[in-house]
Each structure stands twice: as C-alpha cells, then as structure tokens.
C-alpha cells in the first residue's frame, strides 16, 4: 500500500524567506501528484498538479518538483507571505484510481 | 462559475438521526469522491463514483452510503448517526479526461458533531 510522508509536520518562517516542504512516497508507480493547501476548518485549494511524466510545475510564487525513482515530491514557496501560512497537503494517484494523503506540513510565516 | 459546494456546512445531531451531506459540482466532471478528514490527520476515502449509478467504497471502512443518480450531485446518508461518526467530511470531484486528468477539486467541507 502506497505510505506518503510529509516532513517536516511544521514550520515556522519568517517573511520573505524561501521554503521548501517536502513530500516522500514509497510506491513510484503513481499517475500523478497534487499539492493542495488548506485553512483551518475549510476544504482543500488545489496548487499544482504534476502528471507522471513531468518533473516540475509552477504558478506564481510556487514550484512544484517530482522525482519518481527516488520517491520524492518538494513544494519551493519563494519570498514567503504571513498569507502563505496554512497546512499543505501532497496527494498521489495511483495507477489504480486511488488516492493517497500525506498528513501534511502546517506553515506559519510570521511578518 | 464551476465550482462544488457542499451543505451543510456545520451539523450538530443527536445521536440514531438520519443525516444525509449534500455534495454538488458545477464543472461536469464524472469522478467524485467523499473523504474523512479527523483534526491534524490525513484524508481518508470512504466513497467514490465514476459516474451515474456508480459507487464504490474506498479505503475506509464506512457505516455510510451514497447514491449519484445525476452527474453533478453525490450525496451521503448516515443512516443512524453515532459519537463515532464526528468528523469533517469532505467532497472533490475529478476530471475523466483530458491534460488535466484525476486533478480533484474540493468543497469547502462539512463539519459534524453527533452528540
């Protein structure tokens, strides 16, 4: 059964720095991965989605990476905002239609 | 504007009511999914359809069931709501198709407390 990690489970920064969450996945044969964020309480906003085939994706601020050989997914935030500070979430697809969840990185970014 | 929405958004009942969480999306995507979601945990699936009269279970074992009798709504009845069943309760829906395939969009979420 695919194990996904996040580490670390939290983080604090301060503004303006550039961070990088981290998301670890034990089974390669994934269809694709999606970083999601969430605010307490609310439903999950999707970020980025890579398919299998690609190794990065990016939007604004946010750089998604994939490396499915070696199991791993990072998430790079650059000049980080108090607004960024939520918990962050790495989803997998598998081949199979199933999803798999990380527990999450809950980043706090302290003006 | 496409979008999914779920209702209510809060709940509080006592326990044995029936409860059924409205689920309903606006983009036309045939996949949807329910998911569990306790306080700092990870999701968990507990129901998914792939289409009209399609459901299956998912990982986690459930007390609850759904029916999609249209694409764009997926609701989930608890029978006879316990304790046990607080939790968040979460609902995406995916496209079938496409560059952007299996990318799951969600609700903003239910939140129930059964007393």
């Known amino acids: 059964k695919q194990e996904v990690t996040q580490i670390p489970a939290a983080l604090s920064v301060p503004e303006g720095e550039n961070l990088v969450l981290n998301c670890s996945f034990t089974d390669s044969a994934i269809y694709n991965l999606q970083w999601f964020r969430q605010d307490p309480g609310k439903g999950l906003t999707s970020l980025l989605l890579?398919?299998?085939?690609?190794r990065e994706q990016t939007s604004g601020r946010l750089n998604a990476s994939l490396d499915k050989s070696s199991g791993r997914s990072t998430l790079y935030i650059a000049a980080s905002q108090p607004g960024d500070s939520a918990t962050y979430l790495c989803a997998l697809a598998n081949t199979g239609n199933q999803f798999y969840f990380g527990t999450g990185t809950s980043l706090t970014v302290i003006p | 504007e496409a979008d999914i929405y779920q209702t209510p958004r809060y709940l509080v009942i006592g326990t044995g009511k029936k409860i059924t969480l409205e689920c309903s999306q606006t983009m036309g995507h045939d996949k949807m999914y329910w998911y569990q979601q306790d306080p700092g945990m990870e999701l968990h699936l507990i129901h998914y359809s792939y289409g009209v009269n399609s459901t299956e279970k998912g990982d986690l074992s459930s007390e609850s069931t759904v029916s999609r009798i249209r694409t764009e709504h997926f609701p989930l009845t608890l029978e006879s709501a316990r304790p046990s069943h607080t939790s968040q309760y979460l609902c995406?829906?995916?496209?079938?198709?496409?560059?952007?395939?299996?990318?799951?969009?969600f609700g903003p979420g239910t939140r129930l407390t059964v007393l």
């Open positions: 995406a829906s995916g496209t079938s198709g496409g560059p952007r395939l299996d990318e799951q969009f």
């Open positions: 890579i398919q299998s085939s690609q």
